[in-house]
Each structure stands twice: as structure tokens, then as C-alpha cells.
């Protein structure tokens, strides 16, 4: 079993930052890869970017390039997404997922509102 709880959420103005973490307990933490996903009002789930598990290889959503970066603290167990530039289009909740097993996303944290005022 993996938890993993998101923090850092928050309401920001347009053109403003805002840096999430996701911590993981439960299993070792640098054996698997993660990602992040949003989903806004009304819209179904959507990825936002992964990391491997080394931290080596990060991948990122068409809209949000340039503007987050993933990056992870295996000492710390954490997983973070730095968002800079902030688009009320990216409103939503955001969700951090680790890819234990096989190719899928097994566990999700309960995610954290990022709300971005125009």
C-alpha cells in the first residue's frame, strides 16, 4: 500500500505561482515513478506530467510545458509541481498518483484546489 497526501494548493492571481507536494509513505519510495493530474469543474481527469522513479525523465502536458516542472526528493519521499505562470484555465484539483505496478497510476492522493483569479 501507498498514501499519498498533496499540499500546497491555494488561490493565486493570474500570472502568479504556486508549488504543490505530494509526500508517500508505505513502500520505497524511489522503486516508482509519478505523476500529477488535474481535474477542473465539469471536465473530466487529465495528466499533467510524470517523473520516473530516478527522477531522470520528466514529461509534461501540451498546455502546461514550459510553465511546470515535476521534480522529487527521494530522501524526502516527495514528489512536487512547481507551476509558474497561472492560467485561470488551470483551476482545478490537483491530484499526485504513484505508478507502482505495472503501467498504471495505482494510487492517488485526495488532492488540493488550485484556483486562479483573472
Same mark, same amino acid.
Given at each position: 500500500?501507498?498514501?499519498?497526501v498533496e499540499s500546497g494548493g491555494g488561490l493565486v492571481q493570474a500570472g502568479g505561482s504556486l508549488r504543490l507536494s505530494c509526500t508517500a509513505s508505505g513502500r520505497t519510495?524511489?522503486?516508482y515513478a509519478m505523476g500529477w493530474f488535474r481535474q477542473a469543474p465539469g471536465k473530466e481527469r487529465e495528466f499533467v506530467g510524470g517523473i520516473t522513479w530516478s527522477g531522470d525523465n /520528466?514529461?509534461?502536458e501540451d498546455?502546461?510545458?514550459g510553465r511546470f516542472t515535476i521534480s522529487r526528493g527521494n530522501a524526502k519521499n516527495t514528489v512536487?509541481?512547481?507551476m509558474n505562470s497561472l492560467k485561470p484555465?488551470?483551476?482545478a484539483v490537483y491530484y499526485c498518483a504513484a505508478q507502482?505496478?505495472?503501467? /498504471?497510476y495505482n494510487y492517488w492522493?485526495?488532492?488540493t484546489q488550485v484556483t486562479v483569479s483573472s
Amino acid at each position: 500500500q501507498v498514501q499519498l497526501v498533496e499540499s500546497g494548493g491555494g488561490l493565486v492571481q493570474a500570472g502568479g505561482s504556486l508549488r504543490l507536494s505530494c509526500t508517500a509513505s508505505g513502500r520505497t519510495f524511489s522503486n516508482y515513478a509519478m505523476g500529477w493530474f488535474r481535474q477542473a469543474p465539469g471536465k473530466e481527469r487529465e495528466f499533467v506530467g510524470g517523473i520516473t522513479w530516478s527522477g531522470d525523465n /520528466t514529461y509534461y502536458e501540451d498546455s502546461v510545458k514550459g510553465r511546470f516542472t515535476i521534480s522529487r526528493g527521494n530522501a524526502k519521499n516527495t514528489v512536487y509541481l512547481q507551476m509558474n505562470s497561472l492560467k485561470p484555465e488551470d483551476t482545478a484539483v490537483y491530484y499526485c498518483a504513484a505508478q507502482v505496478t505495472g503501467p /498504471t497510476y495505482n494510487y492517488w492522493g485526495q488532492g488540493t484546489q488550485v484556483t486562479v483569479s483573472s
